[in-house]
């Protein structure tokens, strides 16, 4: 799995957030991180992953009780928010992220995400133009790991030879893109908001190296896993099929 090349000084902080059980790639959850900010019932989550939360924000609506306990035990500090508030969770945990003055955020999501507006909502708030002054930006979400670049940022990953990544401009117009390492590279070129140009490029140099001068990038790796395919799609021999009784 590709990892982010260009470094950068300073705290290094993890944002968990619910939805079901982490599936990150070798060694990401187990790097150095200063701190772990866990969004509500990500601190559960945070936990059965092996990562020891520091930090605790949201409503705490789905908080387990085990892990409210958890975290008054072991004097977790709290930023507690109305249920009615005008932010997610997760936005307001990677803005906490933020004010502890993280110099890379990495943001863990379950692989049970099964509301998609909640997913949007977690795209959406890493595209947030408070996390601009954040150099590296990036996050595991369910079978994928996004890179987001904020303008005038950049990040080289390092993916196997062949690897599939799509650049995607979620976010609006981007402007002043590059891309170095891959199959169709780019040159101060312009990617309008929702285009569908960076779909599907392919490394051959690696690491990939990808920039924009204006407007928020995304940078979207693909983790296939061929054993993991949905029951309602798994093929079965014919002597797990039998005729459909009819009474």
């Given amino acids: 799995m ?3 090349g260009s470094g950068a000084d ?6 968990v957030i619910g939805g079901g059980p982490v ?3 070798d060694g990401a959850l ?5 701190v772990v900010v866990a969004a509500d019932s990500g601190l559960d989550v945070a936990l059965a992953a092996g990562l020891r939360p520091t930090h605790l924000v949201g409503d705490l609506d789905s908080i387990s009780s085990a892990g409210a306990e958890w975290a008054a035990a072991h004097a977790v500090p709290i930023e507690q928010h109305p249920a009615d508030k005008d932010a997610t969770d997760t936005a307001l945990a990677l803005d906490h992220a933020r004010r502890l003055g993280a110099a890379e955020i990495v943001l863990f999501g379950g692989v049970g995400i099964d509301r998609f507006d909640h997913l949007l909502g977690t795209v959406a708030a890493l595209g947030d133009p408070g996390l601009a002054s954040v150099p590296l930006l990036s996050a595991h979400l369910g079978a994928s790991t996004l890179y987001v670049l904020h303008p005038g ?3 080289s990953v390092d993916l196997p030879t062949g690897a599939v990544f799509s650049l995607v401009a979620l976010h609006g117009d981007c402007t002043g893109v590059a891309v170095r390492g891959a199959q169709w590279p780019l040159d101060d070129a312009d990617l309008p908001g929702g285009s569908t140009r960076g779909i599907s490029n392919t490394a051959v140099d690696p690491p990939v190296r990808v920039s924009t001068a204006t407007g928020v990038l995304t940078v979207v790796v693909p983790r296939p896993d061929p054993g993991a395919v949905p029951a309602h799609l798994q093929q079965h021999s014919p002597e797990q099929h039998s005729p459909q009784e009819h009474p």
């Fill in 153 to 155: 940022h950049d990040v």
């Fill in 23 to 25: 599936r990150a790639p």
């Fill in 10 to 15: 300073g705290i290094v902080a993890a944002v």
């Fill in 2 to 4: 590709g990892t982010v």
């Fill in 30 to 34: 187990t790097r150095r991180f200063d």
